[in-house]
């Protein structure tokens, strides 16, 4: 009897023991907040001086903030893609923004999935006991797919499933998981045109605000899981168009931005005050960004917790209807969205595909540090896995930043490529080789453009191009996407040199 007592008591002990460790070195959590569309110069810390941001401005300065990060792609699904399986677009699964039923004509929504094999870094955080949970827009496959948000990680999915649903704010239901939670009986559509007549915002707002609800699941979460080790990851669908923010936000901003409405001409909802309802959108952003850093502050999480903010792809491009705007109303001439890089949204030049980041790890990311390191979002695989001490699946496109992140390393030379293979708009490939970037366009056309190179170091707007200079850049960088760019039926691009047949 008596054994069997200090048996009890020694693995009570033990038992104990174990609670303190990990009270005394907790494991790190992990939030992964993604904006959408969101421009290289639209936050204060890059430059922007019309938008107020003063929580990612906070964030910034907090933490360290990278001047040369790269998305995935140039467009929503596949560089979003890029982010959770760590494979650029030379091996991505997903590619472009095809809708799910285009092939899988079971589905009524939601984009080309994930295949069950593909495996995300959630799923890594998700085997070693993480609580996991996503709030936002997933475009990865819809519910009931081998790309279903809880096949591929998640514990908690609610927000839109897919990204053609996210162009209203005021969409008829949200998912949680697989069911679908009904937020407007009369919900409001994300594309309409109104030629003429006076242009009123009123129309276009619904009851229930989606990004309201999808900020308060977040805040919720953190509360649940705030005595456990989680990943929890953000794709707001801010300042993705149709423009229609709650009133009393595009009332922060001056009336005099606005001389004329945005009538939907360039797709999308129209807008009486367009300048406004878009600075409206990163404001909302903002403070969304504020309510996540006060959460973790509440429940004692900021120190134990990495916080990284980027953006999906480059700001919103021109479009053919309305030369006064671009897509959806937006302008970004008037905001200097792209603070002086060369191009949008589905582009590979700098202004589709270079965007801002910030990370913040109090006592482990150095404070107000400004870095140049190269890196895209290939890399978050392993650099999240490293952070928090995870095993790494072999075959990842991407590298380690945890050491230029916590400052052992500010500046460092890539041993993998950086690689770009967009099939959509036109087709498009880039590489980026040290401080070059190679890129072609229009192959996907009858006169597929020329290969052109820039140095980057001396010209980020992309306005010399060198190629006839340096050939061998041009053979280098065919070579390296000889090497890289493994076939995709469903993303087909032919690429002279490469894989021309």
């Known amino acids: 009897m008596m054994k069997n007592w200090v048996r009890l008591w020694v693995l009570g002990m033990a038992v104990q023991a174990l609670a303190w460790g990990a009270v005394e070195n907790p494991r790190l959590n992990v939030v992964f907040i993604l904006a959408d569309d969101l421009g290289w110069g639209e936050l204060g810390s890059y430059g922007q001086r019309k938008i ?61 999935p994930l295949s069950e094999g593909a495996r995300t870094v959630v799923q890594v955080f998700q085997e070693a006991g993480y609580a996991t949970g996503a709030m936002g827009k997933w475009g990865l496959g819809p519910v009931g797919s081998s790309g279903d948000p809880a096949r591929k990680g998640f514990d908690l999915f609610f927000g839109y499933n897919c990204q053609a649903m996210a162009h209203s704010y005021y969409p008829p239901y949200l998912w949680r998981n697989a069911e679908k939670i009904p ?44 005595d456990r080790p989680f990943f929890l990851y953000l794709p707001f669908i801010e300042p993705h168009v149709a423009m229609h923010p709650p009133k009393e936000s595009v009332e922060k901003f001056p009336v005099e931005w606005d001389s004329e409405p945005y009538r939907g001409g360039n797709g999308y909802l129209p807008h009486p005050r367009p300048r406004a309802a878009y600075a409206a959108m990163i404001s909302d952003l903002d403070g969304y960004v504020g309510r996540i850093l006060a959460a973790l502050d509440r429940h004692g999480l900021a120190d134990r917790t990495l916080v990284i903010f980027t953006s999906d792809n480059g700001s919103t491009h021109p479009g053919p209807g309305d030369p006064r705007f671009h897509i959806g109303g937006a302008d970004p001439v008037f905001f200097g969205s792209t603070a002086g890089l060369r191009g949008y ?12 980041m ?34 790494c699946p072999d075959g990842l496109d991407g590298e380690n930043l945890w050491p230029a992140l916590t400052g052992a390393a500010t500046q460092k030379g890539r041993t993998r490529p950086m690689v770009w293979v967009f099939p959509e708009y036109g087709g498009q490939v880039a590489v980026r080789i040290g401080e070059w970037k190679v890129l072609r366009r229009d192959l996907s056309t009858k006169t597929p453009g020329h290969w052109e190179v820039y140095d980057l170091s001396k010209d980020a707007a992309e306005s010399a191009n060198v190629a006839r200079e340096r050939p061998d850049l041009v053979a280098e960088a065919i070579e390296i996407l000889r090497a890289e760019v493994g076939e995709n039926h469903l993303f087909p691009l032919t690429i002279p040199g490469v894989n021309a047949r």
Request: charged share 20%; proline share 11%; net charge positive.
């Open 52 to 112: 107020p941001t003063p929580h990612l401005d906070r964030l910034a300065a907090q933490g360290m903030r990278f001047t040369r990060h790269y998305s995935g792609a140039p467009v929503c699904a596949p560089s979003r893609c890029v982010l959770m399986t760590g494979k650029h677009l030379g091996h991505a699964e997903v590619r472009g923004n095809l809708q799910a039923k285009t092939q899988f004509p079971e589905f009524t929504e939601g984009q080309i």
């Open 183 to 226: 937020i407007h009986a009369k919900p409001i559509p994300g594309h309409q045109k109104q030629p003429e007549g006076p242009v009123t915002a009123e129309p276009w707002m619904g009851e229930t605000y989606a990004p309201k609800l999808m900020i308060a699941e977040a805040e919720a979460f953190l509360a649940r899981n705030r």
């Open 345 to 356: 949204k589905g582009s590979v030049y700098e202004g589709g595909i270079r965007v801002p």
């Open 358 to 391: 910030m990370a913040r790890l109090p006592g482990r990311i150095p404070a107000g540090v400004v870095n140049g390191t190269p890196g895209y979002f290939a890399d978050w695989f392993p650099t999240l896995c490293a952070a928090a001490g995870l095993p």
